[in-house]
């Protein structure tokens, strides 16, 4: 194995090189906010068996991303993501085996799973229709920022499934509480910007005119913060799910003492005890 190959030359492999097939991806080289663009404006911007998958690899090699801070996934045009294409995704699967069946509804939760696990805050950026798995893909996200005409529906059972799909029984309860998520999830129907934003479902509300600069704003602010130590909350939200009190504690204390091990850990007294601003680096 040569020097280039190896497997610590592989992680540190820049994202802001990666091509990809089945939606907009660009990194700003300056600030490491990446931005996820679903481009099928026309469509609503809906998901394929090909664009699943593509997400779930990128969301999963973000684990190894030096030049990623933070994710935003955005729609094209006036809408998120309306969800699994009908002629695509949906039609497809009424012909297929109990096997392929649960192969594709596993990828799908996987995406979910790649998007929990992976360090970087992400971000959603929601205007107009957001259904189905693209409404699961905004509750994966850490936060979500809607526009007025923000319509988000966990529509399952209108085509028959169940509402407990990707995760959406587990994560929508913890967000908006159990009674609200029974009410979407038994019945399809969209919330509205206003309901997000009273449930705790969405963090902010801006005009349609305002998202992207809200979310690169919110992205850039985070972006310039300790990057090792917001892995380390996004780790510790996502774990402490299945804790106790007592071994949320105990966790917390160790991750906290591996924090005060950071060079930015220094850098934040060092700059207090100057009064001046902390410059973090991510180390």
Known sequence: MTSTDSPMRRRLAPMGARVTSHFRWAVDATSRVATITLDR?????????????EL???????????????????????????GGDVHEIIGPLTTMSMPELL??????????LAMRRCPQPVIAAIDGICAGAGAMIALASDFRIGT????TAYLFTRVGLAGCDMGACTLLPRLIGQGRAS?????????????????G??????????????????????????TFAHGITKTMLHQEWSMSVEQAIEAEAQAQAICMQTADFRRAYDAFASRRKPVFEGD
């Not at 190894?64 to 006036?78: C, F, L, S, T």
């Not at 009410?183 to 449930?199: C, D, F, H, I, V």
């Open 56 to 82: 779930r690899d990128l969301f999963r090699d973000l684990v190894h991303a030096a030049d990623v801070k933070v994710v935003v996934v955005r729609g094209a045009g006036d809408d998120f993501c309306s």
């Open 183 to 199: 009410e979407l999830l038994y019945t399809g129907r969209s919330m509205t910007a206003e309901e997000g934003l009273a449930w």
């Open 148 to 151: 007025p005409r923000a319509r």
């Open 103 to 112: 192969a594709f509804t596993r990828m799908t939760g996987d995406l979910v």
């Open 201 to 226: 479902y969405f963090n902010r509300i801006v005009e349609a005119t305002a998202l992207s600069d809200e979310a690169r704003a919110l992205a850039a602010d985070l972006a310039s913060g300790p």
């Open 41 to 53: 404006p026309e469509r609503k911007n809906p998901l394929t068996f090909d664009s699943y998958a």
